[in-house]
């Protein structure tokens, strides 16, 4: 059964403090590892799609790396209008995206 | 559409009641999905469904739920006589499959929230 653990549950930060969000999955046959972003009363919105060790994705102020087990998602000097809740995904053989919990990020002015 | 329509967006039911909720996917996608989330929590597989075929519903919880989407487009998940623990926020989401088959990026609707009292 695939699984998505991520960490920390809440994270809260100061404007410009650059910090990682961690998101350990267990999946056989990676297909691929997706990130979303999620603000409050909506629906997920798609920040990028990993597929192997040792790739990265960039956007603005968040970059995303892969490994075998783990993918992380770095936030350099954010703002407050990053304050959302970051989930993290994989798919494998059943093509069917198993989310995390998510990790709830606050950014202070 | 420009997005994923879903409706309502906020739906009371009295305990025992049915409901049925609707999606609008992206004009074209092939791929639909229905998850729910709880508060504070991520969301919880349901459904998927590839134009008309439902391909797998092993997430539904019980027997009261159910979902179609007859001429793959639009689709209608269905819960009947409903207890204070379906509460939750219902997503629907689509998707374009990229070559090899995979789901690829999934386009969400915000989601419709049923408070069963």
């Known amino acids: 059964e695939d699984q998505v653990t991520q960490s920390p549950e809440a994270l809260r930060l100061q404007e410009g403090e650059s910090s990682s969000l961690n998101c350990s999955y267990t999946?056989?046959?990676?297909?691929?590892l997706f990130w979303y972003r999620q603000d409050p009363g909506k629906g997920p919105e798609f920040l990028f799609t990993?597929?192997?060790a040792g790739e990265e994705k960039e956007k603005e102020r968040l970059k995303a790396t892969l490994t075998k087990k783990e993918s992380f998602l770095h936030i350099t000097a954010p703002k407050p209008e990053d304050s959302a809740t970051y989930l993290c995904?994989?798919?494998?053989?059943?093509?069917?995206?198993?989310f995390g919990r998510g990790t709830s990020l606050i950014v202070h002015p | 559409g420009a997005g994923v329509s879903q409706s309502p967006r906020y739906k009371v039911a009295k305990r025992g009641q049915d409901v049925a909720l609707r999606c609008d996917p992206i004009s074209g996608h092939v791929s639909l999905f229905w998850y729910q989330q709880a508060l504070g929590q991520g969301p919880e597989f349901l459904t998927y469904f590839q134009n008309e075929a439902q391909l797998d519903k092993s997430g539904l919880p019980s027997d009261r739920f159910f979902a179609e989407r007859p001429e793959g487009s639009v689709s209608t998940l269905k819960i009947q006589r409903t207890q204070q623990e379906d509460s939750a926020v219902y997503l629907c989401a689509s998707s374009f499959p990229v070559e090899g088959g995979d789901t690829g990026e999934l386009f969400f609707g915000e989601g419709s929230r049923l408070t069963v009292l």
């Open positions: 990993l597929y192997s």
């Open positions: 995904a994989s798919s494998g053989g059943s093509y069917i995206p198993t």
């Open positions: 999946v056989s046959g990676l297909r691929g």
